[in-house]
Structures are given as C-alpha cells and as structure tokens.
C-alpha cells in the first residue's frame, strides 16, 4: 500500500531515539499518522514543525498498518510565522484544533483548501484572524456541525440579522429575538465576511464558535476539552 | 530471580542508555570489564557517589549535588543577566560556549499545545519570583527555534512586558554554514535579521 501527496504536518511525537510519529492533514488522505525514521534527528527535526507544508510518501504493508513516510520539505511555514506571537498563536490554534477534532484518514478536501488560505494568510496581512474565524465555522460545517448564518430561524427573512441562536445555530433577525435577545450571541459581521475584523467582532465571532466547538463538536468526540492554543488565540486577538 | 546473571542485567541496563543497543552495551561492557580496575571500579564508584548527591538546584533547576548549583552560588554570575532554557542540556551547551557570564533558569520543558504542558507545568511561576528577588536586569530567552520554544519565549515576553528587558537569541545561519544546505525558513529568518557591515 502506498500513496503521496502534499500535506501540511499538524503534530510530530518522538518515536524511540531517532524516529518520530508524524500528523499530516493531506487533501486526499485527511489526517493521516506515520512513522518518519530519522524524524527525531538534526535534519529532520526543522521539516516536522507544525505548519510546514511538506511532500510525503506513505508506505505499508497492510492498509490498517500505521506505515512509514518519506518527507521532503516543500514550505517552511513555521519559521516565517513564529517570529509573531498572534501568527504563532494562530498556526498553534490551526494545528491542534485539526489533531484534536478530524478522524483519522477521512479525506475533507474543502477543509483542506480552506487550512492552505488561512495558513497562506498568516503573515500576509492584518485581516487573516477573519479568516481564521470563518475557517473556525468552516471546521465545523465539515465535521457535521455547520451553522446556518443565511436567514432567520423565526421569520426566514434574509434582512436585518443580528442574533445567532446557541441552541439551534441558526441566525435570528432583530424582529425575530423579540424578548429572547439577551439569550442570544449577537452575529458577529466578522462571521459572515462583512467588517474589518473589530475586536468587538472577533470577540462576539470567536464566542459563538467556541460555544458551538464546546457544545456540539467537543461531545461528538468523547467530550475532551478544547486545546488550550485555541483561547491563547482568542485572548491575544480579543484583548 | 528472572534467572539472569549480573552480567546480562548490567548489559540490559547499559542498552537502555541513549545511543546504546543491545549490540553496543555488549561491547561497552566488556570493555569495562577489560579495564576493571582503571574504568569499571571507578565509574561504580563515582555512580555511587553521583547517585547519592545528584540534585536540582533549587533556585535555576540546573543539576548539581548541592541546593544551590555552583552557577547560583557564584556572586560573579550575579551580574543582573539572566539566561532561560529548557533543558539542562542547553544550558550544559550555553556553558560550553564559555560567553555567557551571568545565571540561567531552566524551565525544565516547553509549553505545548500537543501534550498539553501548560506554563504550570513549567518553572515559569519560579522565574517570575527570582526576577523580582534576584535584581535581574535583562532576560535572555535561549529557547529552542521550534514552535513550542517559540511559543513558550512569547509566553514569557508577554508575561514580562513593561517590567524588563526582555531579549532572545539571533537566528540565522550557522557559523560554517553553507547557504546552499539551509532549509528556506532558516534563510527567510537570517535575511529578517540582517545587518549592516
């Protein structure tokens, strides 16, 4: 059995002296384990960080064996974003969600797409934690929790929508809160691609997605708790 | 009784040290045993006595057999400098280089998102009563260049912002270092810190 295919690494383990057990979330194989001989060593070692975008050649006998990869490096994402704690916060939020919530080889080709454009924004300019809000809901909608942001649960109008509901997520327009609206998020522009990606925003934005990781994502995977990288993200971008 | 002599157990310790296999622990041992009175009464000796007084240093975390390693007992290293690592090792490497004359603070790890080490976990709560406590004038982050190191030095630099100066190493390209072997990140982060000549 054998494969290749770019990917980025999420997460590498030591494996005895000199081996490593590699993540890497690939478009084809999704999040895919492997032993990588040598990964522990000098060389190696820069090629493995979290974010690197990396060329890998899988290898087993059987296809349920966890198998062995060959890695070439193809992008150093990790050293350009480490130089700034919020990029750095950023790329640790980015790894350790897709460890934490994606089964193991379950190809999300979507997903992937949209870990390249937040990883590629990284860096790239002041509007990237926008964009890694929406690939926050974009986590969620692949994974089978997706919030309905287009219309109002109460009157199915498209106009006006400035709620979104913690128990059904669904957005809830000013006519339809009524009386409900202290129990509601406030909809977040920075969730639906509008604004400049406020404080404010991002705070009522990462509110509403931690609530739905927290409440919906979390319980579907034996209720662990949230990385820790996630609100060390939150906290440098809300503050 | 397992039914194994003392020599085979000596053989199984010795293969569990780092860069020694079965293979090699064999051959270390017989070695050992060829120069028994010149090496192997010695090094049991002076295991012995290591194994009685080895300790952490209770002020830096640096290993020594006394409460306070030599480095923390030195009022000359008290120069208001202070260096933090993760490991001993580094620190161990730092000594090495013989151009840092001021302490060090080992934190005995990295924060990490993966395994969930926390900066509870770490010795970050110790560094920030010594900083208060020891006069320092200047931290040092000589953290490893990985996304934990990192991770962890923006930690602390957060943690000391507005009380201190708060400094890390250069990273760039290696003395003997050839631009033609240097990952793309390497090169990306000397060319950032260029200077002028």
Known sequence: MDWREEGVVLARRRHGESGAIVEIFTEGHGRHAGIVRGGGGRRMTPVLEPGNQVDVAWRARLEDHLGAFTVEPVASRAAVLMADRRTLAGLNAVCSLLSFALPEREPHPGLYQRTQAVLGMMGEGPYWPIAYLRWELALLEELGFGLDLAACAVTGSVEGLAYVSPKSGRAVSEAGAGAFKDRLFPLSPALVGRGEGSVEDLRDGFRTTGHFLRTWLAPALGDRPLPEARQRLVDLLTR | ?197
């Open chain 2, 1 to 197: 009784m397992n039914g194994k002599t003392d020599l085979e157990t000596l053989i199984e310790m010795m293969a569990k040290l780092p860069g020694l296999g079965p293979r090699s622990a064999r051959r270390a041992v017989l070695h050992l045993i060829k120069k028994r009175a010149l090496l192997l009464m010695p090094l049991a000796d002076q295991l012995t006595r290591v194994g009685q007084t080895v300790r952490e240093c209770l002020n830096c975390g640096n290993i020594g057999t006394a409460s306070l390693c030599a480095i923390c007992e030195s009022d000359k290293r008290a120069n208001g400098e202070l260096c933090v690592v993760e490991d001993v090792a580094d620190l161990w490497a730092m000594e090495r280089a013989s151009v840092f004359k001021g302490r060090y603070h080992v934190l005995g790890g990295a924060l990490s998102a993966l395994d969930a080490v926390g900066p509870e976990e770490l010795r970050i709560p110790k560094l920030l009563d010594r900083i208060a406590a020891e006069n320092v004038s200047e931290v040092i982050l000589a953290l490893n260049a990985t996304v934990d190191g990192q991770t962890t030095a923006h930690y602390i630099a957060e943690q000391l912002e507005g009380r201190i100066a708060v400094t890390s190493l250069a990273q760039g390209v290696p003395v003997g270092g050839e631009l033609d072997y240097l990952d793309d990140g390497t090169i990306g982060a000397a060319l950032k810190a260029r200077k002028a000549v």
